[in-house]
């Protein structure tokens, strides 16, 4: 009945060119479908566990067992969107962690303690950056699989493979505080700083990539870099500020890390490039380049912390865990399979 | 389209949500977080065992948990983390990294929950440690190859990774022991714990000391792979091969002649010391700081118990 | 002196290039090639794979500089150091594939690399004018006759006809002078190539002068008002359209002509 009355509004149009509620909807799926997915996520893990989920503490715990993955998968998001990779994130995040603890036990003021993580960060990410366009490295993976070696090896040198242990408040803040807001039925109610420091980060990232000129000609180049180089971008320029920024990140999570643990331990961030890299592709952004944001890779990061919630609340093997992600990979990217048909049949 | 994307993504949260309703626990249970995994290592699995059947024996739930693997620090806080919030009554754990560990440890502390570390000491103060002494295990084997050779032998030891405890320990109880009793140490050299870089690393010394006669690894793994080495070179007739940890490959390579012995730990003891000592907390009993849960030499005579 | 009335004669000339030779190491591309192009006149350049064509233009662009030869824009002799310099003096490059990207919407396409800005928190804030952008780019499609569903459509969604006038609007969105277009209609389906001929027109009808290198007979008797032929890297022959037919084209890209008159005529240089 109603699709009849539809056509007969919109007779001169095709039926192709019709919306229907699925293709109308679409646009908001396409950007807010993430949250949805979290909101279910939520109620079925609120089911299981309705003491302790919804917890003050268990909510927080999230956010402090995120912040990490949060910090390097916004920073793996920038150089996914360039169509590039940065295997090197994990062990730059080591890199930036122990010359802070280094620095530290040799007594440096905590100022520059505090500083040398994500300055060591950044200048790894400039060598990435300047190695791949400078080098003309065939791809990305080349150059940050080396960085993934050397900064693994370099943090070993400078330590001597040995933990350091015991930070200044300071530069544990980030990583480690809690704000105290009160009480509320005998609970206290800490908001931990390394929640909002992703949320400040986010913002920041969020404009940068929406609204600012560089932040527009990383989504052009992503989508198609001649484009780019033809309307007189420098390519070049714009991908070394990206690896830069990748690795300020990488040594910013170090920092973030560090004030968690407050050590600096060999073994820091094994792995955690291949954590990034899953949440951004679970968050929606195309491997090809382009495609993505800022809101769909805080929810991949926000759904893997769930998982990994989740799974230890109710005391399940950290396989499983393992298995879901890997499950969730496919199926994301499975879904953007079929959505991206959907879109060229428009 | 929109249907069928919520439609895969219940799919998805209802394997979750199986997988959890099969396993959800009651929430007042005694954790016991490993380094490891149970399942592809006897030795944790053997601390589980150990825990889980202590738990039953004294009526407790017992929760056992590990990172996927050995290095992965921030699951194992992750993990302490979300039990805290969940509620526990004690917490043994075995530190992937002690100091890395430290803060989560704190936070257990403050939250009134008993705490010891097992297998591997961490370094917060006042918290008892349940493991194996891992000096007075290396220097077992030393002594058993002392008895062996005559003294001015060549011998090597494979370290693990001697920047944790574990590591350092065995090394410093082998080096000890065999230097004591009048051997010369020609190598002393690292194979991470593992298999693969223990044998490279006893190919390297086999060829520059052609004349060794023993060599002490810190674990099987480096001895399985320094038998490994030893056999391609056809020098395994010539060359006794010690371990530490008694796993069952190492038994059955002893009882075949390649292995000379290893050294067992009691990793069912530190999971069920390990709940014992957190009961005893709880009802306000003081813990000694060290408590040993002994070595063992195996050899020939003894090997088939560990297979 | 020969030089300073050639020089004063160049000023009705919108582009004009003298003698452009390019190397490229033992390779020689062009071999003294003479060029010119008026306002509001749309020249079509003909020639066989490897003529030199696509050397030319990229001169022309100021992606590749001359090995020897002038060019001389507006009456003035001109060296470009990159491509910048040459959309600065307003000369533009519409690509045979398509040089756009398809993930972004059709304004901030037109507007890649020369985005409008507008400034916040007392200018510490440069933020890209979205709003601007939009407005600009509806206003200036609707100027050439272009029509698309919305200027916010990414140019993923877009047919290779609305592609091209896509990529035609960004090369006349910033006051071109000259456009260049190397095979606009190559890739596009028949029923769409005469959108974006007829679009060439109406740059013409604006005054920009225009550079057509196509292979089409039929896109260069639709549009241009002058033909050219490259062959083997030398200037081969040149008419305007009405002294010409479709055959004699033809014959200049394979290297023959009907009469010696034209080969007289077109040494005239």
Redesign the interface.
């Given at each position: 009945m109603t699709v009849s009355t539809d056509r007969s509004r919109t007779g001169n149009r095709t039926e192709a060119e019709a919306p229907g509620l699925?293709i109308r909807?679409?646009p908001i799926?396409d950007r807010y479908?993430i949250l949805?997915?979290i909101l279910?996520?939520g109620l079925?893990l609120y089911a299981?566990?309705p003491?302790?989920f919804f917890?003050w503490?268990?909510i927080t715990?999230i956010f402090?067992?995120t912040a990490?993955n949060s910090m390097l998968a916004i920073g793996m998001f920038l150089v996914i969107l360039t169509a590039g990779i940065d295997l090197s994130v994990g062990s730059v995040l080591a890199l930036g962690m122990m010359s802070l603890a280094v620095a530290n036990a040799a007594g440096w003021a905590w100022p520059i303690v505090l500083l040398l993580g994500p300055a060591v960060g950044l200048a790894t990410g400039f060598v990435n950056g300047v190695g791949i366009t400078k080098l003309r490295m065939p791809h990305p993976f080349i150059m940050t699989l080396g960085m993934l070696f050397m900064a693994r090896g370099l943090a070993n040198l400078i330590s001597?493979?040995?933990?350091?242990?015991g930070l200044p408040d300071a530069v544990r803040f980030l990583g480690?505080a809690q704000i105290e807001l009160g009480e509320l039925d005998g609970t206290r109610l800490n908001l931990p700083v390394g929640l909002i420091v992703t949320i400040v980060v986010y913002l920041i990232f969020w404009?940068f990539l929406e609204?600012?000129?560089l932040?527009?000609?990383i989504?052009?180049?992503?989508?198609?870099p001649?484009?780019?180089r033809?309307?007189?971008?420098n390519v070049d320029r714009v991908l070394i500020f990206v690896y830069s920024l990748c690795g300020l990140m990488a040594g910013f999570a170090g920092l973030m890390?560090a004030g968690?643990?407050?050590?600096g331990?060999?073994?820091?961030g094994?792995?955690?490039e291949l954590e990034a890299i899953a949440a951004v592709i679970i968050g929606g952004a195309s491997f090809f380049?382009?495609?993505g944001t800022v809101l769909g890779v805080f929810g991949g990061v926000i759904i893997m912390g769930l998982?990994?919630?989740?799974?230890?609340?109710?005391?399940?093997?950290?396989?499983?865990?393992?298995i879901?992600i890997g499950?969730?990979i496919v199926?994301a990217v499975?879904?953007d399979v079929?959505?991206r048909g959907?879109?060229t049949r428009? | 389209m929109n249907t069928r994307k919520l439609s895969l993504t219940l799919a998805v949260l209802s394997i979750s949500t199986t997988v959890l309703a099969a396993t959800a626990a009651s929430a007042q249970s005694i954790l016991v977080d490993m380094k490891g995994p149970g399942a592809g290592n006897p030795f944790w699995a053997a601390v589980e065992r150990g825990a889980l059947e202590k738990g039953k024996e004294l009526g407790i739930d017992t929760v056992v948990l590990a990172p996927p693997t050995e290095s992965d620090v921030a699951a194992q806080i992750t993990q302490i983390e979300d039990q805290l919030a969940r509620g526990i009554k004690g917490l043994a754990l075995a530190p992937t990294d002690p100091n890395a560990l430290a803060p989560v440890v704190e936070e257990a502390i403050a939250d009134g929950v008993p705490v010891v570390f097992i297998d591997t000491q961490g370094s917060n103060e006042g918290v008892t440690y349940i493991g194996t002494d891992n000096v007075a295990g290396a220097a077992l084997a030393a002594k058993f190859i002392c008895e062996q050779l005559p003294s001015g032998s060549e011998v090597a030891i494979l370290t693990g990774i001697v920047t944790q405890s574990t590591g350092k320990a065995r090394a410093d109880g082998a080096r000890s022991g065999l230097s004591g009793c009048g051997l010369k140490i020609v190598a002393e050299q690292s194979g991470e714990w593992d298999r693969a870089k223990g044998l490279s690393v006893m190919e390297n010394v086999i060829t520059g000391n052609p004349g060794i006669k023993a060599v002490f690894a810190s674990n099987d793994n480096m001895a399985l792979g320094a038998v490994e080495a030893l056999k391609s070179a056809n020098m395994l007739d010539k060359v006794m091969v010690v371990g530490f940890d008694a796993n069952p490959d190492a038994a059955d390579s002893i009882l075949a002649g390649e292995m000379s012995a290893s050294v067992a730990q009691n990793p069912e003891n530190m999971g069920a010391l390990g709940i014992e000592s957190l009961m005893k907390l709880a009802k306000g009993e003081k813990l000694p700081p060290v408590i040993d849960t002994g070595t063992v030499l195996v050899t020939k005579d003894n090997a088939a118990d560990y297979k | 002196m020969t030089q300073a009335q050639e020089e004063a004669g160049s000023g009705n000339y919108l582009l004009e290039a003298r003698g452009i030779t390019k190397h490229f190491g033992a390779v020689t591309a062009l071999r003294g090639v003479d060029f010119h192009v008026g306002r509001g006149e749309v020249l079509g350049v003909v020639g066989d794979n490897g003529a030199g064509k696509s050397t030319l233009m990229k001169i022309l662009s100021g992606l590749f500089a001359p090995s020897r030869g002038a060019l001389i824009f507006d009456g003035r002799p001109i060296r470009f150091q990159s491509p910048h310099d040459a959309r600065d003096l307003g000369i533009e490059m519409v690509y045979q594939d398509l040089a756009l990207a398809e993930n972004i919407n059709i304004a901030e396409n037109i507007f890649l690399g020369r985005e409008p800005v507008r400034r916040l928190l007392g200018g510490w804030l440069p933020l890209v004018d979205h709003k601007a952008g939009r407005d600009h780019a509806r206003q200036h499609l609707d100027n050439l006759h272009i029509h698309v569903k919305s200027v916010e459509q990414r140019v993923g969604e877009l047919s290779g006809g609305q592609r091209q006038a896509v990529a035609i609007a960004r090369a006349t969105a910033f006051d071109a002078k000259l456009v260049i277009m190397d095979e606009p209609t190559a890739a596009l389906a028949i029923k769409e190539v005469g959108k974006v001929l007829d679009l060439i027109k109406g740059l013409k009808d604006r005054g920009i002068g225009v550079v057509l290198i196509s292979h089409r007979m039929d896109d260069i008797f639709y549009v241009c008002d002058r033909v050219m032929a490259l062959f083997h890297g030398a200037n081969f022959a040149e008419a305007a359209l009405c002294d010409t037919s479709r055959s004699e084209v033809i014959g200049w890209i394979m290297g023959t002509k009907e009469g010696q008159g034209e080969l007289a005529h077109d040494r005239v240089h």
């Open positions: 699925g909807l679409l799926l479908g949805l997915v279910v996520m079925v299981l566990q003491d302790v917890s503490r268990n715990n402090k067992q990490v001597g493979g040995v933990p350091y242990t480690s404009v609204h600012s000129v932040g527009r000609r989504y052009a180049i992503g989508g198609n001649q484009a780019a033809v309307s007189g971008i890390m968690r643990t407050n050590s331990f060999p073994n820091a094994i792995g955690a380049g382009g495609r998982i990994s919630n989740t799974l230890n609340l109710n005391n399940v093997s950290v396989f499983w865990q393992q879901l499950l969730i199926v499975f879904l079929v959505r959907i879109g428009r | - | -």
